[in-house]
């Protein structure tokens, strides 16, 4: 079973890059037919997805972040990364990364079958 890691700063402060890493363990995030994707929810708000990229190293994007957001991966160490620039406190969110069981993209977080445990990030000066 595959289990996923995040990791990161816990504070960020505006106007900064906010940049986060999902180890993999368990599984490959180069295998077929998988899509590895980043979820956010703020305080007392809903779960958001941000973004995911696939197997083939395909990335799609929320359209309401695409210009802030950057996500890559590193096959050497089998992580997956999110840069999310200029960052205000409205970013200030618990931030999962998840895997779908399926080559295909999923905007919704309830398509995603594997969730890390999440990470705390707050943007505050």
Same mark, same amino acid.
Do not use: H
């Given at each position: 079973?595959?289990?996923?890691?995040?990791?990161?700063?816990?504070?960020?402060?505006?106007?900064?890059?906010?940049?986060?890493?999902?180890? %993999?363990?368990?599984?490959?995030?180069?295998? #077929? *037919?998988? @899509?590895?994707?980043?979820?956010?929810?703020?305080?007392?708000?809903?779960?958001?997805?941000?973004?995911?990229?696939? &197997?083939?190293?395909?990335? &799609? $994007?929320?359209?309401?972040?695409?210009? #802030?957001?950057?996500?890559?991966? *590193?096959?050497?160490?089998?992580?997956?990364?999110?840069?999310?620039?200029? %960052?205000?406190?409205? *970013?200030?969110? @618990? &931030? $999962?990364?998840? =895997? #779908?069981?399926?080559?295909?993209?999923? $905007?919704?977080?309830?398509? &995603? *079958? $594997?969730?890390?445990?999440?990470? =705390? @990030?707050? @943007?505050?000066?």
């Amino acid at each position: 079973q595959v289990q996923l890691q995040e990791s990161g700063p816990g504070l960020v402060k505006p106007s900064q890059t906010l940049s986060l890493t999902c180890t %993999v363990s368990g599984g490959s995030i180069t295998a #077929r *037919d998988y @899509v590895w994707a980043w979820i956010r929810q703020p305080p007392g708000k809903g779960l958001e997805w941000m973004g995911a990229i696939a &197997y083939t190293d395909t990335t &799609y $994007y929320n359209p309401s972040l695409k210009s #802030r957001t950057s996500i890559s991966r *590193d096959t050497s160490k089998n992580q997956f990364s999110l840069q999310l620039t200029s %960052v205000t406190p409205e *970013d200030t969110a @618990v &931030y $999962y990364c998840v =895997q #779908r069981l399926s080559g295909k993209f999923a $905007y919704t977080a309830p398509n &995603y *079958d $594997y969730w890390g445990q999440g990470t =705390q @990030v707050t @943007v505050s000066s």
